[in-house]
């Protein structure tokens, strides 16, 4: 099935054109070989959109290979998403994986302790891409409609996820705060921290902020930011005129990008107490992931609405608005393509796979 790309137009409400994409949008990226990986390479790409494993082939929507750019990837994902965003979407962008084949590099830009500088060079990930697009557009559609007289805001959270516990990485003093829901509010963090950004320079601050807070900066299979969820939230407001009317609208859209602990299997040998108990929170937000996207795959197959069980782990209650429904999202999947990944690469592509099964049209979320 080929995905259809339908161009909104938006005429009552100013921020223009948008990109409408009918499901989840899914790219496989791979990583380039570690030293010594080179020669046992075992996942290749066969076309723009296929690869092969072990002769094994799994088709998405893009493949991205070992020599694919920062730039390639966010002109597959995040220039779409910044598009959606404007046409009044909530947009998302997850990246999923194991440990060490790139998801943070994708989404943030080379690893370990994100420096300001690292935001303005070609390695600079899809996070600053995203938000170097949103500000030239909204200030193009600004001066576009002039008559329209178009006010916006940008409103940004971070959050860590490790544990079921949720900390504010903007003042990581802030330990394990609540989920709420209200009609007013929708879903929501209590006593989050947002601050307002009018211009790269204060994103920046914002990254390398939240970034330096999260747990520990190495990734290696142990480390404990290998089992956090990080999740980077810009909610833009939008006010305008209407051409027809001059009567004032009001509009608001979400961008999460979602840095997902490393996919794979917790080891519980030897773990006892807080240990075990840790392990077993550790994969529930991402376990629970996985299982909405089991359930949003069969409701788009058979048709059949079900109960949708967001609220069972922090992350998917908290994701409650951009997954399903009316949401735009899109799963970069990164994996490594070397021999010693394999199992990993072959359950990363099924959870893929998955993910891909899901048309959100089908979808009517729950209130
Ligand atoms: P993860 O977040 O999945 O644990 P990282 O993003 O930290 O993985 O990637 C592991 C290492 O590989 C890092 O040193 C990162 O800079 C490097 N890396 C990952 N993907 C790429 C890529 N596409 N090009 C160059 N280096 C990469």
Redesign the pocket.
Known sequence: LKRKLIAEATADNGVAIGVSDSGVKVIV????P?KGEEEEMIVKKISNDALTINEQTFTFDSIAD?E?T?DEIFQLVGAPLVENCLAGFNSSVF?Y???????????WG???GLLEEHLSGD?RGLTPRVFELLFARLSEEQAKHAERQLKYQCRCSFLEIYNEQITDLLDPSLKNLMIREDVKSGVYVENLTEEYVKNLKDLSKLLVKGLANRRTGA?SVNAE??RSHCVFTCVVESHCKSVADGLSSFKTSRINLV?LA?SERQKLTGAAGDRLKEAGNINRSLSQLGNLINILAEISQTGKQRHIPYRDSRLTFLLQESLGGNAKLAMVC?VSPSQSCRSETFSTLRFAQRAKAIQNKAIVNEV
């Open positions: 990226r791979m990583k380039p570690s070992p694919s920062q990246a994986g194991q440990t060490g084949s790139g998801k943070t590099y994708t989404m080379p690893a370990n390695q990734t930011s290998s840095d490393g990164a």
